[in-house]
């Protein structure tokens, strides 16, 4: 008799996630096979789970992207994934398998494409681990939406800025630390309470989003700082505009980027001179693949080894198991700040 375990299943949009017992897949050639310890939680969880939104194409489904755990098993084809028994940390995502249940991250075995798996150091919980995986490949799409390759390494001569609006958030504190890695100067905003905490991750000044003179005050210390300011991440909803008032002062006569987290509403604000894209990977699947191995093995990887990517912004562990994600995701619908909800399994 094949092999069984257990899952959280969303049956229908706007229906609780039911825990079943689902038979337990044979990896594909390019999966790798996690026995989940942790898994951390994303607004498109609540999103697909209340609203069947972006689509869910197949029912029951087994949503979730964030795993950390141990990999039980390899695909055929597998060559660049850790052993079996070592400890991961996986983007499990039905999202990019066109919905296949197997791939989801929220049950107790799931698969993940190999390109999409790291080795966890024994210096991170499981916990630590499963708060990486979207949010760090989101932060890292920015770039190449930007047109700004992932092996950029700018020095303080090139006198390069980036502005993040929406820090705090999980994508927000990996698009900061990242800069950094990437070598640029980073302005960013938060609420006054995270600001250390912005700074600490590799912020050079942290900006109040609330208060009505943050742009003014955004351009003065570009300018007092004699730096570039052409790029940019608008990481939350309501960022754009405010993003394009700060580059219409400081691009000067350059063209500017925007890398746009939200879905870009219809008729979203513009700015001459300026590329603004939805921050999504290429639809392509063979780009698409190649570049979540650039992100994960490329860039991650060696990042975590030495300690320089620290697991951001602060955990918020929630209990129940499989059992206590529906609490936890209507914790993520009702907002969290500078926390990640991650749950151990
Ligand atoms: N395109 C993609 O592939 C992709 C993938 C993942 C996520 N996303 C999107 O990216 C966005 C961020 O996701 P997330 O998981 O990182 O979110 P999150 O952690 O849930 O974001 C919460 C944070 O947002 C900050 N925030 C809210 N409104 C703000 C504003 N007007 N200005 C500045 N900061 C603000 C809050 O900061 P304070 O605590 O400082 O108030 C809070 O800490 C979401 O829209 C999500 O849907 C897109």
């Known amino acids: 008799m094949a092999k069984t375990h257990a899952a959280a299943v969303s049956q229908q949009a706007g229906t609780p996630l039911v825990v079943v017992e689902r038979?337990?897949?044979?990896?594909?050639p390019n999966d790798v096979l996690i026995e989940v310890k942790a898994v951390a939680l994303n607004p498109i969880d609540f999103y697909q789970r209340d609203y069947g939104m972006p689509p869910?194409?197949?029912?029951?489904?087994?949503?979730g992207s964030d795993v950390a755990g141990y990999v039980t098993k390899?695909?055929?084809?597998?060559?660049?994934?850790?052993?079996?028994?070592?400890?991961?940390?996986?983007?499990?995502?039905?999202?990019?398998?066109?919905?296949?249940?197997?791939?989801?991250?929220f049950q107790k075995f799931a698969l993940a494409q190999s390109e999409a798996v790291t080795a966890l150091p024994d210096s991170l919980s499981f916990e630590q681990g499963a708060v990486y995986p979207l949010a760090v490949m989101t932060a890292l799409t920015a770039w190449t939406t930007m047109?700004?390759?992932?092996?950029?390494?700018?020095?303080p001569a090139d006198k390069q800025a980036v502005l993040i609006w929406g820090a705090a958030s999980s994508v927000g504190t990996y698009a900061v630390q990242s800069a950094k890695a990437l070598g640029f100067t980073v302005y960013a905003t938060a609420s006054p309470k995270h600001h250390d905490y912005i700074k600490s991750l590799g912020a050079h000044a942290v900006f109040d989003y609330k208060d009505a003179d943050v742009v003014s005050k955004i351009v003065s210390a570009v300018r007092q700082d004699g730096l570039k300011l052409y790029n940019a991440h608008a990481v939350v909803d309501g960022a754009l505009q405010h993003v394009l008032d700060v580059l219409k002062e400081t691009k000067g006569q350059n063209p500017a980027q925007v890398?746009?987290?939200p879905v870009l509403p219809e008729g979203h604000p513009t700015l001459d001179n300026t590329t603004i894209k939805f921050n999504y990977p290429s639809f392509d699947k063979e780009v698409?693949?190649?570049h979540i191995g650039d992100c994960f093995h490329g860039f991650l990887a060696?990042?975590?080894k030495n300690?320089?990517?620290?697991?951001?912004?602060?955990?918020?562990?929630?209990?129940?198991?499989?059992?206590?994600?529906n609490g936890a995701l209507d914790k993520q619908r009702a907002g969290v700040s500078g926390t990640k909800i991650v749950v151990p399994l």
């Open 23 to 28: 038979e337990t897949p044979e990896p594909g």
């Open 307 to 325: 300690g320089a990517l620290v697991p951001s912004p602060h955990l918020q562990v929630e209990s129940g198991g499989l059992e206590g994600l």
């Open 302 to 304: 060696p990042l975590l």
């Open 74 to 105: 390899v695909g055929s084809n597998v060559t660049t994934a850790p052993p079996v028994g070592s400890r991961v940390l996986a983007l499990a995502s039905a999202f990019y398998q066109n919905g296949s249940p197997d791939h989801g991250a």
């Open 288 to 290: 698409r693949d190649k």
């Open 259 to 261: 890398a746009n987290s």
């Open 56 to 63: 869910v194409p197949i029912y029951p489904a087994v949503l």
């Open 147 to 155: 047109g700004i390759s992932l092996t950029t390494r700018f020095t």
